[in-house]
């Protein structure tokens, strides 16, 4: 109905007229002269209680009179009042389909956020070492990926290939059904309770994929707790966020692990309002670990369930790879925790863990889970094999082998000036900024040097923050490294990039590696620079 009106039109596409034109509603609403003119039963003076709301009606509009001084459109003899176009001898036409996605794809393509998939061909003997397919060539390229979610190799360990061959032949490759269709097997309950196992809860439930799992958990869970709020992290996955718009209960968004401002935000429903909180431990994008002690007290603090995904920390932290939730010593107290099968364990599949009762209500109720064919006894007996080796010693050395590995390298790509964002965690984020660039670096990388590193943009990052992702692996040698680093001051040079290390922002001193990734801020800890914070103090 509001988008009719192009007053309206404006302020609901900005959310904020002022955003849009500059002056305030009612001001706007006094400039149109047909304040009084019908738009499927409401006045458009009426209509203005609409914007910023979570929904407008439905029911058929009128369109408004000619002359409203905001629309300079002119109208369009070739549509029908209801929109419908027509040919030069008036008949009318089917809307361009074909046309439309052309023109949606081609708007990609102007602004630079069309996704180029590459062709990669892995090879299980020589992981990270593969192989691109480029269109039109004839031979393959050699090449080093230094972007793989495959985080430990897990994909090709000869004990997960040898049960992964061997279930083939026990009981093929399909599951047979949904869940509840004859698509549950040993192995579906074994996974299970391994998974519940590892997080030290009583239950756990899989799913496709940790999307599906964060999307109709999420969903599930707030449309059946009466009056439920979420509160989610501004920095969150868009699994958790798409669950939580269809959910449609309020929602409130919390700074980037920010949890005094979190605090605010509970504090201002009572403590016997169901609350959910969602947010993440490592951030996949930015590599952050979120405070989650300091996230867990306040969720205890005003009686808010805790939502936790742990999808790029599983494998990776803790004595048993459960995750920063082992690392920290709180996994008693994470409600729900979340993961995946497809990263760190190197099969596919997500879960969530929990109590009994919420897992139960969840296999009961979400439609995410009940219609959907099942996870195949291939990837079952796989994920398991996974998770046995990560949790054994095995998976120690692993783990203590990728964090020197992601050490080392940061400690290179610093030395070099190349601008490798500060984050704890093991993935190395390498700031461009452009998306053209970032996509001109990448093309580069594997064309000249045989170095694959995906570039990200929008939406999977906000416009500005386009990067490399770097994720080293605990098989990536030190020669890999050096020819790394090495490929990618060569072509900060040719595209004429500045190499500088990072300063501080009071004495201009170069930042040492180490105060650098300890501290939040760009302020280093030399006496000149003391001296003159503590100068600044005093005034």
């Known amino acids: 109905m509001a988008s009719q009106c192009p007053v ?96 949606r794809i081609e708007a990609k393509k102007k602004d630079h956020t069309y996704r180029v998939f590459r062709n990669v061909e892995r090879n299980a003997q020589t992981f990270p070492l593969a192989k691109v397919v480029k269109e039109g060539a004839r031979a393959k390229q050699d090449i080093q990926v230094w972007c793989s979610n495959d985080y430990m190799g897990m994909s090709w360990h000869p004990k997960v290939q040898n049960v992964v061959k061997e279930t083939v032949d026990k009981h093929g490759v399909g599951a047979g059904g949904t869940r509840n269709i004859s698509g549950t097997s040993p192995l579906h309950n074994l996974l299970e309770a391994d998974l519940a196992k590892l997080h030290q809860k009583e239950a756990a439930l899989l799913f496709t994929s940790c999307y599906v799992a964060n999307d109709t958990s999420l969903y599930t869970m707030a449309r059946m707790l009466p009056g439920c709020h979420i509160y989610s992290d501004a920095g969150n996955h868009a699994s958790m966020i798409q669950g939580i718009r269809t959910s449609g209960v309020p929602k409130h968004v919390f700074r980037h692990n920010d949890p005094q401002h979190l605090r605010t935000l509970l504090q201002q429903q009572p403590k016997s309002t169901p609350k959910i909180v969602a947010f993440e431990t490592v951030y996949s994008m930015s590599g952050n670990i979120g405070p989650l002690s300091e996230l867990l007290d306040v969720c205890e603090e005003f009686g808010a369930l805790s939502f936790i995904d742990e999808v790029h920390a599983v494998g990776l932290y803790g004595d048993h790879g459960a995750g920063i939730g082992e690392q920290e010593g709180e996994l008693r107290r994470m409600d729900i925790i979340t993961g995946t099968l497809g990263k760190a364990f190197g099969n596919i599949g997500g879960y969530i863990a929990s109590s009994s009762k919420l897992i139960d209500m969840l296999r ?176």
């Open 8 to 103: 309206m039109r404006h302020a609901m596409k900005y959310t904020k007229l002022a955003t849009a034109t500059g002056t305030d509603m009612p001001t706007m609403m006094k400039k149109c002269p047909f304040p009084h003119h019908k738009m499927g039963g409401s006045t458009v003076a009426g209509i203005s209680s609409l914007v910023g709301g979570h929904a407008a009606s439905s029911s058929p509009t009128k369109s408004p009179a000619a002359g409203c001084p905001v629309d300079s459109k002119k109208p369009d003899s070739s549509k029908s009042e209801k929109g419908s176009s027509k040919d030069g001898e008036g008949r009318e036409t089917p809307f361009p389909y074909e046309q439309f996605w052309s023109d």
């Open 364 to 539: 009961s109720y979400c439609s995410g889970f009940i219609f959907t064919t099942s996870l195949p006894p291939t990837v079952l007996a796989g994920a398991r094999k996974a998770i046995e080796i990560l949790s054994s010693e095995e998976g120690v050395m692993l783990r203590k082998r990728h964090q020197m590995n992601v050490s080392t390298l940061r400690e290179m790509l610093y030395e070099a000036g190349i601008p490798v964002m500060r984050c704890p965690s093991h993935i190395l984020p390498i700031k461009v900024g452009d998306p053209e660039l970032v996509f001109r670096l990448s093309q580069q990388l594997l064309d000249e040097f045989g170095v694959y590193v995906q570039p990200i943009n929008y939406p999977t990052v906000q416009r500005g923050m386009e990067m490399l992702r770097v994720a080293p692996t605990p098989h990536h040698t030190v020669h890999m490294m050096e020819y790394f680093v090495n490929s990618l001051v060569a072509l900060w040079k040719k595209n004429g990039l500045e190499l500088k290390q990072p300063h501080c922002t009071t004495c201009n001193k170069t930042l040492q590696r180490q105060h650098w990734m300890s501290n939040s801020n760009d302020l280093c800890a030399g006496a000149d620079c003391d001296k003159y914070i503590q100068a600044v103090a005093a005034c």
